[in-house]
């Protein structure tokens, strides 16, 4: 008789390694028990965990500002705020103003700095409401010039270059992502208008302009471009590319469409250009810096605004700063709480702890 000794792996009953056997049972185990839970764990997620990531990414999100005035933005980068913006700043203000006007979304831009400064609601109110009246003055210019101004057809031939022109898709393609932007959706189908490249190099303001009117005929308006007559700020973009000597020289070799009527418009004398004078005139408070550096603190598309209100802090260009005495609620509103919380805990443990004190002394046949 001999004595065998197994050195080997200790073995299940299928002849597997007992060590992977159990594992893999295991393994088994954990998955049945996720599998169990896995509905209730997609229901927190979806009712319970997503809307608190939703509320947290909204109490930093900003991109109103940059989606509504993306020129005057890029303008103001490099104001020091030591007084009021120049005229460029203004004129990006324009085109930017005109734009959310016509989209009705400039008042829900002042409504969102209206909590970081009282009154701002009412500038981009009342100046929304100015925007064609500016523009009409190049307008009416315009066409006492020359009547083909008047004319949707003209404007479609002059900005499309004609029949066989190359096109600026690039130029069309921003400023319908600029109107998605703006509108917060996605627009589908191609562009009835592509702007042309030799006049959008010759005519960048109005080119841009226009591009950006033909994008909300199509797909905010569901019209034609070729049976609407371009917006006021059209006019104005084209009364600003005018006044430039470089735009003079170049259409003097320009044989394209509706030459001759820019031509005209070039040799005649068009109102001065000053926007910064009508929106003082539209609403003095233009003149303010301090509504300025609102708009500039708040144009990242992320800030943390909403929780510096929380403590009765602001945002400033100088950095981050206690708000006026007037305008601190949430502290004095804290430590109400405070001492309204105090108050009703104390008087409870005053009130409460003598009673239980008696009755965990009473004897047992009373205590009850």
């Not at 997609?42 to 500002?65: H, K």
């Not at 890029?74 to 959310?100: G, K, M």
């Not at 130029?171 to 998605?180: F, G, T």
Request: net charge negative.
């Amino acid at each position: 008789m001999s004595d065998s000794t197994h050195t080997g792996p200790m073995l299940a009953a299928d002849g597997t390694p007992l060590k992977r056997s159990l594992r893999r049972a295991l393994r088994a185990q954990k998955m049945r028990a996720l599998a169990l839970i896995a509905p209730l764990l997609i229901f927190v997620l979806l009712t319970f965990i997503a809307p608190i990531v939703d509320m947290l990414f909204r109490s930093v999100e900003n991109q109103i500002v940059g989606n509504t005035l993306p020129m005057t933005v890029e303008e103001l980068r490099d104001w020091d705020a030591t007084e009021v913006p120049d005229e460029q700043v203004f004129r990006a203000l324009f085109f930017d103003l005109f734009l959310a006007a016509e989209a009705k979304e400039h008042t829900k831009l002042g409504s969102r700095l209206n909590y970081e400064k009282s009154g701002i609601s009412s500038l981009f109110r009342t100046s929304g409401r100015d925007m064609n009246d500016i523009g009409e003055v190049f307008q009416d210019a315009l066409e006492g010039i020359d009547p083909a101004f008047a004319e949707a057809t003209t404007w479609v031939e002059m900005m499309s270059g004609g029949a066989g022109a190359e096109p600026n898709t690039r130029l069309m393609s921003n400023q319908i992502a600029r109107l998605e932007a703006l509108e917060a959706t996605t627009f589908s189908g191609d562009a009835e208008f592509l702007p042309g490249a030799a006049i959008s190099d010759i005519l960048p303001n109005t080119a841009r302009a226009y591009a950006a009117f033909a994008a909300f005929t199509q797909f905010v308006d569901g019209k034609s471009v070729t049976k609407e007559e371009p917006w006021e700020a059209v006019y104005a973009a084209l009364a600003l590319d005018l006044e430039d000597p470089a735009t003079k020289t170049a259409l003097e070799n320009y044989a394209g469409p509706g030459a001759d009527s820019l031509r005209a418009a070039t040799a005649a004398t068009l109102p001065p250009i000053a926007m910064r004078e009508a929106f003082f005139e539209s609403n003095k408070d233009w003149a303010n810096t301090t509504f300025w550096e609102t708009i500039k603190t708040y144009s990242p598309p992320y800030t943390t605004g909403y929780f510096l209100n929380a403590v009765d802090m602001e945002k400033t260009p100088q950095g981050i700063a206690l708000r006026s005495e007037d305008e601190r609620i949430y502290g004095i509103l804290f430590q109400r709480t405070m001492f309204m919380s105090l108050m009703i805990t104390f008087s409870c443990v005053a009130l409460g702890y003598p009673v239980a004190w008696i009755l965990a002394n009473l004897p047992s046949r009373t205590a009850n």
